[in-house]
């Protein structure tokens, strides 16, 4: 997956350099964002759980909204920060209709 890459398999992230998504407080408060996340990316400044962390997160290229909807999903159930809504194609159409490339 390529999210494990930086943010490690468990979700837990590595060390102080990539936030973890694993009970992340910033995906919970965020969860609206995170398909504007993937498709355009992130940078500047965020806090997780606490911790500061001076990011800058390339965009996931070549994914279309269908595997935008799944990763969503994924991330949401495995490490319990959704909303407990189902991330649908049309909802992220509608999502990134609005927001803006990093």
């Given at each position: 997956l390529h999210c494990a890459q930086c943010h490690q398999e468990n979700g837990e992230g590595f060390k102080k350099?990539?936030?973890p998504l694993n009970g992340s407080?910033?995906?919970?408060k965020n969860y609206s964002d995170l398909a504007c996340i993937i498709r355009y990316?992130?940078?500047?400044d965020i806090v997780v759980n606490g911790q500061?962390?001076?990011?800058?997160?390339?965009?996931?290229?070549?994914?279309?909204?269908y595997d935008i909807s799944a990763l969503v999903n994924y991330i949401s159930y495995t490490f319990k920060v959704g909303d407990g809504s189902v991330m649908t194609k049309e909802k992220v159409?509608?999502?990134?209709?609005?927001c803006k490339e990093n």
């Amino acid at each position: 997956l390529h999210c494990a890459q930086c943010h490690q398999e468990n979700g837990e992230g590595f060390k102080k350099i990539w936030p973890p998504l694993n009970g992340s407080d910033y995906l919970k408060k965020n969860y609206s964002d995170l398909a504007c996340i993937i498709r355009y990316g992130l940078q500047g400044d965020i806090v997780v759980n606490g911790q500061e962390y001076d990011y800058k997160m390339a965009a996931i290229n070549g994914v279309d909204d269908y595997d935008i909807s799944a990763l969503v999903n994924y991330i949401s159930y495995t490490f319990k920060v959704g909303d407990g809504s189902v991330m649908t194609k049309e909802k992220v159409k509608r999502l990134t209709a609005h927001c803006k490339e990093n």
